[in-house]
């Protein structure tokens, strides 16, 4: 599904390479997740995928179902089924969190050459949605994120992960910020969305967000590349022994 | 004071303008005495601190009136068209009964400028020219001095009661020419009225005196492609009485707005917001001057601008507070998102304060639209047009949200809206 070949990129402003040859397979119905210390590329590797500007791709390439990602506009990348779900939520004063996010399905579903979604049929799924994730009705009416905690910004997130049903969901470090209660909350609403025809690609810092969404694969990341591949277990090595023997091993 | 050049200048714009007959004798006076002002004054110069951003040579060509007969057409669309209104339409500097609804409204009392010049009001006499003369403290607005001394033509409003339905002053030209407008509003004590207004003369002015405990709502929209004009609202604001004021101003060669209110009774409040849209050459300006000469007065300046192309928009507020107008609350914000290089946004705010306990402030911004709120729309999907006009709208918004009355701030967001979508 998602495929990165000696993927290298640098800041635009600061000619800093940040990714330094990535390579990566994300297959269809698996959830991988990408960890490593703060500093390794990881953010990084996430907005590139997503279009943010202010990267300059040094070589390599990135295909979402064998289209070139590195060639689309951000929102031609959402249409095309990818999604990322921000560390950061932006807040935006003034734009509607709904009218926002139906505004989104519908241009998504407009590039794809789908029928629109009705005011009607939107709110039905829209309200449903936020049910499952415990989201209080009024959040829905407020401005994009705008006073919103951290725990909320993420399952506003996840909100919108669920309507827009993306085939690719890129998570960035969506543990940040969240209690535990929360990341209960948010971790059941992206397992609800698992499926064959979806893939996952869930960063994090901490082992701690791959206890409640189990990964098939998990591979380390270091220095803007990846070091290491393996199972779950991976991961609890990661906790118990730290970053640092991992390079040291590499 | 008038220079030899700015004197002359003066002199031709009165000369271009032709001397209203058959007025009664206070009428005279007032234009007599407004001729005198500016001819002391002098019209704009460029190098007038109070027109350093904004080139006043358009506005100081003498024209010609505008031929009355040539405008057999209807003005055209406004962004007013769906609400329930009185509408009173000028077509070339001249009120027209056959496009307009009889000029009917409850609680308001309406005549047409030029019979009650002809006549012995005491309102009118109370009015005409005597906000105008007493709005030019600290700096000489010539350009308003002009309308008192040739205006012919607008509506004289006496508001006694609470008007059920705005009452909508629409102008259109279709000539070359000048155009001049003048109305006279007096908003007795428990009077209401919301006046629409929509088009821009060459030269139009606006004497609103709400006495206590009155309240005034101006809305205005100045749109579409427009020769230069130049816009005066004088108002005094009496103890406890509201004024409320809006305009949207998009493209258009130039235009000139002064807002000059004076909060004169205590309690009062005085609001002025604008939202700006330029692209283009367009030279959009506002000017605001707030006095407070009384107790526990309220001000607010509201204004956005949207730029694009080479346009340019002026903002000059002034927040002035007179010795003894203690308890003022004066504030000022004006903002603009430039969506292009090469438009720009020119501001100077000004308090100037005699008065000791007061809390007064004021802000200005300019930036490009937030490059991490656009990352975050696009990515979900949100094309980047629209993204750009779901941003432009929460800002200009911002100054919308002023507007009291909910239909007419849709009509106001719509049109916010059509002018992003227009971008293409």
Redesign the interface.
């Known amino acids: 599904m998602l495929e990165i070949r000696n993927l290298e990129v640098s800041l635009e402003e600061e000619d800093k390479q940040i990714l330094k040859g990535v390579n990566l397979t994300v297959e269809a119905g698996k959830v991988h997740a990408i960890m490593g210390p703060n500093g390794s590329g990881k953010s990084t590797l996430s907005y590139v995928l ?5 990267y300059e791709v040094l070589g390599g390439s990135a295909e979402l179902e064998g289209e070139n990602l590195l060639e689309m ?3 031609e ?3 095309a089924g990818l ?2 779900a ?1 560390q950061y ?2 807040e ?4 509607n969190n709904m009218t ?2 139906r ?3 519908n ?2 579903r407009k ?1 794809r050459g789908e029928e629109e979604m009705s005011a009607p049929e939107f709110l039905k799924l829209v309200r449903e949605k936020a049910k499952e994730l415990e989201m209080a009705p009024d959040m829905l009416k407020r ?1 994009l994120n705008v006073g919103f905690s951290g725990g909320e910004k993420k399952r506003n997130e996840i909100l ?1 992960m669920s309507v ?1 049903e993306p085939r690719l969901c890129i998570l960035d470090e969506t543990d940040s910020g969240l209690d535990v209660d929360a990341m209960k909350l948010v971790s059941e609403g992206v397992n609800k969305l698992r499926s064959p025809d979806r893939g996952f690609l869930v960063i994090t810092h901490y082992q701690r967000l791959l206890d409640h969404i189990t990964p098939d694969v998990v591979h380390i990341m270091a220095d803007g590349r990846i070091i290491e591949t393996g199972g779950p277990e991976l991961a609890l090595r990661v906790e118990k022994e730290g970053y640092g023997a991992l390079k040291a091993g590499a | 004071m008038a220079t030899d050049a700015t004197r002359k200048a003066a002199e031709g714009l009165l000369h271009a303008l032709p001397l209203p007959e058959g007025e009664a004798g206070w009428a005279r006076e007032a234009r007599a005495a407004a001729r005198t002002r500016l001819l002391e004054a002098g019209a704009p110069a460029r190098r007038d601190e109070y027109w350093r951003f904004t080139d006043p040579a358009t506005l100081t060509t003498p024209l010609e009136p505008v031929a009355e007969g040539v405008a057999e057409a209807g003005p055209g669309t406004t962004p007013f068209d769906a609400l329930d209104a009185v509408t009173q339409v000028f077509v070339n500097g001249q009120l027209r009964a056959d496009l307009s609804d009889p000029l009917a409204l409850e609680g308001v009392a309406a005549g047409r400028l030029g019979e009650v010049l002809g006549q012995d009001i005491t309102i009118a006499r109370e009015l005409f020219g005597k906000l105008e003369a007493a709005g030019h403290e600290k700096v000489d607005r010539p350009l308003a001095m002009l309308n008192t001394a040739t205006a012919r033509e607008g509506l004289m409003l006496q508001v006694t009661g609470e008007a059920p339905k705005p009452l909508h002053v629409r102008h259109a030209q279709v000539g070359e020419g000048a155009s001049v407008l003048r109305h006279l509003v007096r908003v007795e004590t428990g009077g209401s009225l919301t006046l629409l207004e929509s088009g821009t003369p060459t030269n139009s002015v606006i004497e609103v005196d709400v006495a206590d405990g009155g309240t005034f709502r101006h809305i205005r929209v100045q749109t579409g492609a427009r020769a230069p004009s130049a816009a005066h609202v004088f108002a005094r604001i009496g103890e406890g009485a509201i004024f409320q004021s809006f305009t949207l101003m998009a493209d258009g060669q130039l235009t000139r707005n002064e807002t000059v209110m004076e909060l004169a009774g205590d309690n009062a409040k005085g609001h002025i917001a604008g939202a700006v849209l330029g692209k283009g050459d367009a030279h959009l300006d506002n000017t605001v001057f707030v006095t407070h000469s009384a107790l526990n007065g309220e001000s607010r300046q509201v204004f956005k601008n949207v730029l694009e192309g080479t346009a340019t928009a002026v903002f000059q507020g002034k927040i002035f507070v007179r010795e003894g107008a203690q308890k003022t609350d004066g504030y000022q914000i004006s903002q603009a998102v430039i969506l292009e290089d090469g438009a720009e946004f020119l501001v100077k705010p000004e308090l100037e304060i005699y008065a000791d306990d007061v809390a007064c402030s004021h802000g200005s911004t300019t930036g490009a639209l ?4 656009l ?10 047009k ?2 750009e006009a ?2 432009v ?3 200009a ?2 100054a919308i949200d002023e507007i009291e009355d909910e239909t007419v701030a849709e009509a106001m967001r719509a049109a916010v809206g059509e002018w992003m979508a227009a971008r293409g």
């Open positions: 997503a279009g943010r500007e202010g506009e951000a929102e990348r959402a249409a999604f990322l921000f939520p932006v935006i004063p003034g734009v926002f996010l505004t989104a399905l241009a998504q590039a401005s919108q827009l | 937030d490059p991490d709120q990352f975050y729309l696009t990515a979900r999907g949100v094309p980047r629209a993204a779901m941003l709208a929460a800002f918004d911002e």
